[in-house]
């Protein structure tokens, strides 16, 4: 049973680089059968999909990020991580990392969620 | 730009059934048949409760279906119980993109 948990600052601040790491137990990042995605959700807003990487490296992103995110996977540590670059107020989110096996087209287990403010 | 489009809100009494949609704003969705449902706590992370359309993961009770029919997906709950009030999500995977629905609230009575 694969279990996640996210890991990173509570605080960033505006401009900077958001960086968040999910840590996975129960699997591995090397598996070719899971996809690792991330998601977030503005207080009190709904969920937005960030983008998901494949054990081969290949990655999808959402279009609407505008080109701002990184996620990577460290074999090593059996982590995945986000990035995400030049940061506003509007990137003020719970983040989750969550994983999906054979396609990306639903996400189980999810992580608990981490709350990131972008803030001076 | 899709999109996909559901209720604010729904309630229902102890017992009664109520279902939740789901439409998308593509006119293409219809041959598309990776929607999942997910069901949010406050403060808790989503849980997954359909995939692919109509599919149960081990463990949600049998009270929850899902089912789509044309550009509108639905997710039923029978049976309703005090518990099932939570916020619902429903989610497409179309294009190799991820939409997300923008929640439903769901209120026992």
């Known amino acids: 049973q694969v279990q996640l948990q996210e890991s990173g600052p509570g605080l960033v601040k505006p401009s900077q680089t958001l960086s968040l790491i999910c840590t996975v137990s129960?699997?591995?990042?090397?598996?070719?059968?899971?996809?690792w995605s991330w998601n977030r959700q503005r207080p009190g807003k709904g969920l937005e999909w960030i983008g998901y990487i494949f054990y081969s490296g290949s990655t999808n992103y959402n279009p609407s990020l505008n080109g701002r995110v990184t996620i990577s996977v460290d074999k090593s540590k059996n982590q995945f991580s986000l990035k995400l670059s030049s940061v506003t107020a509007a990137d003020t989110a719970v983040y989750y990392c969550?994983?999906?096996?054979?396609?990306?087209?639903?996400?189980?287990?999810w992580g608990q969620g981490t709350l990131v403010t972008v803030s001076s | 730009q899709s999109a996909l489009t559901q209720p604010a809100s729904v309630s229902g009494s102890p017992g009664q059934s109520i279902t939740i949609s789901c439409t998308e704003t593509?006119?293409?969705?219809?041959?598309?048949?990776?929607v999942s449902w997910y069901q949010q706590y406050p403060g808790k992370a989503p849980k997954l409760m359909i995939y692919?359309?109509?599919n149960r993961p081990a463990g949600v009770s049998n009270r929850f279906s899902g089912s789509k029919s044309g550009n509108t997906a639905s997710l039923t709950i029978s049976g309703l119980q005090a518990e099932d009030e939570a916020d619902y999500y429903c989610?497409?995977?179309?294009?190799?993109?991820?939409?997300f629905g923008g929640g439903t609230k769901l209120t026992v009575l």
């Open positions: 593509r006119s293409d969705v219809g041959g598309y048949n990776f």
């Open positions: 989610s497409s995977y179309t294009s190799s993109k991820i939409l």
């Open positions: 692919d359309v109509s």
């Open positions: 129960g699997g591995s990042v090397s598996s070719g059968t899971y996809y």
């Open positions: 969550a994983t999906s096996t054979s396609a990306p087209n639903w996400f189980d287990p």
